[in-house]
């Protein structure tokens, strides 16, 4: 679930969004300033498709709560498919069963430890706007702490290259303006464009780099060439700034699952809804049915046509899995026995003449107190990353620190993430390719008559690749099914 307008985006999900002056999320606080400077009109911070009233509040009823005689398979234990079963029960659905293909629960949130039992989340991490947003109020009214982000709190190193000049400064605003010209180009022919028409210095140069590194590809999880405008210009987010949670992302998880029955290591391989009821076969010969059906895996899994569906799905949904892509954010947390860097900054950012690769590190001694680097990576350097062994990718990750600290000790613990490689997600989070547009997440989340429904943050159109994106779509795929239930 990564840093846009407001998105996890999350998820592996989810990016950290830069907060900014007022409040905002990296994302809303972009839209913003590009609004005030005439290019596009200001983030709206209401939701729309996704708005749904109460979604903060567990067991708020928004119909009838008399007990429900059909029966609800959903598919996937993420936060997308706890948040549908959560509201399906607080509206009288007695008779619901989630899933999951994996050992645990939480899907693209996942919460792991290192070295004595130190959280860390592999996947989403923080909360991308918290004022509005129903995740701050599941944490706030489960008394779960939570601690601001501060993006305007880093260090620069430049390695290999000189710092750039003052007007370098401007380039991200050059930029935008020539790609919102040429909305259909991709963020790579405006990039290049700029670096032969402008006078740029080579120093300006890898800055500009970095800056599209951090800012742009690493929100968006995709390389430049397969983002244009036009394929980022969409969605909405909260105000209030961003927060992780220092105890892991998986205490949110932990209170969407109570009272849930989830089954796992159970694969669905195959939906037939053919008849009057549901059939649904997992990869192990089970068969459950049902009178409806929500599907929440990760578009990635939509994509490589795990799930067959039969009939087949209408053809504006398979338009849809077919249109939007999943992208990649990649982390290397590395542990140490000591700080060596600044302990009080949060973000560690690396300019080098190395096309982007470990620009962005961030440092969870802050949050934590403990010597923990969450080093980022996104994209086709991402992807290609989890060809290497884990101790290879450290090598490259403690190299890359060198570059900055000098000697620097090997650390004490490491995880390695691979999210591309994992078969229950092949990807972190949704995005829109160039060529695409938002209208396509919509596509996704639309049910396929009264029968099969979609939830999670690909089918988000104002939220996509965020864990309140996933939430909201759980809750709202609940409550068609309740509406159109007797």
Not at 81 to 107: P, Q, S, W, Y
Not at 243 to 262: C, E, K, T
Request: no cysteine; net charge negative; glycine share 12%.
């Amino acid at each position: 679930m990564g840093t846009k307008r407001a998105r996890s985006r999350g998820l592996p999900l989810e990016l950290p969004h830069r907060a900014s002056p007022g409040g905002l999320s990296r994302r809303a606080f972009f839209k913003g300033a590009l609004g005030v400077a005439g290019l596009v009109p200001a983030v709206s911070v209401a939701s729309r498709r996704d708005d749904v009233s109460g979604a903060g509040d567990r067991g708020v009823i928004t119909s009838g709560s008399g007990e429900r005689n059909q029966g609800v398979v959903i598919v996937g234990a993420g936060v997308a498919g706890l948040a549908a079963a959560g509201e399906l029960r607080a509206n009288g659905f007695a008779d619901v069963v989630v899933l999951e293909a994996r050992d645990r629960i939480g899907g693209r949130v996942w919460t792991d430890t290192i070295g004595d039992r130190f959280p860390i989340d592999l996947g989403a991490s923080w909360i991308q706007g918290i004022d509005g947003n129903p995740i701050s109020a599941i944490a706030r009214e489960n008394n779960i702490s939570t601690h601001r982000t501060d993006w305007g709190n880093g260090v620069f190193h430049y390695h290999g290259v000189g710092e750039p000049a003052r007007s370098a400064r401007r380039a991200m605003r050059d930029f935008w303006r020539l790609a919102e010209e040429n909305p259909e180009r991709s963020f790579q022919s405006v990039r290049e464009e700029m670096l032969t028409t402008m006078s740029f210095s080579e120093a300006d140069g890898h800055y500009l780099q970095y800056m599209l590194t951090t800012e742009v590809e690493n929100e968006y999880a995709a390389d430049l060439g397969h983002l244009s405008y036009r394929s980022v210009d969409g969605g909405s987010g909260f105000r209030g700034g961003d927060v992780v949670f220092p105890g892991g992302y998986r205490q949110i998880v932990d209170v969407l699952a109570s009272g849930v029955a989830v089954r796992r290591g159970q694969a669905v391989t195959e939906i037939d809804h053919s008849g009057s009821a549901i059939v649904v076969t997992t990869g192990g010969g089970a068969t459950f049915e049902a009178d409806r059906v929500i599907v929440t895996v990760p578009l990635g899994v939509l994509k490589e046509d795990f799930i067959a569906f039969r009939p087949s799905l209408p053809v504006r949904k398979r338009n849809a899995i077919a249109k939007l892509e999943m992208g990649v954010l990649n982390k290397a947390y590395l542990l140490f026995d000591d700080v060596f860097w600044d302990r009080e900054v949060e973000r560690l950012q690396y300019v080098s003449a190395d096309g982007g690769q470990w620009a962005e590190t961030i440092s969870l001694y802050p949050y934590m107190g403990q010597p923990i680097l969450a080093m980022l990576n996104s994209g086709t350097f991402g992807t290609r990353l989890e060809q290497l062994s884990d101790r290879e990718v450290v090598a490259r990750a403690v190299a890359a620190l060198s570059n900055m600290y000098g000697d620097v000790p090997p650390p004490r613990e490491a995880r390695v993430t691979r999210w591309r490689s994992d078969p229950w997600t092949h990807g972190s989070y949704s995005y829109v390719p160039a060529g695409s547009s938002f209208a396509e997440h919509a596509a996704l989340g639309d049910p396929v008559g009264d029968k099969l429904f979609f939830a999670g943050e690909a089918t988000s159109e104002d939220y996509p690749a965020t864990v309140h994106g996933a939430y909201l779509s759980g809750v709202r795929a609940a409550r068609q099914i309740a509406v159109s239930t007797p």
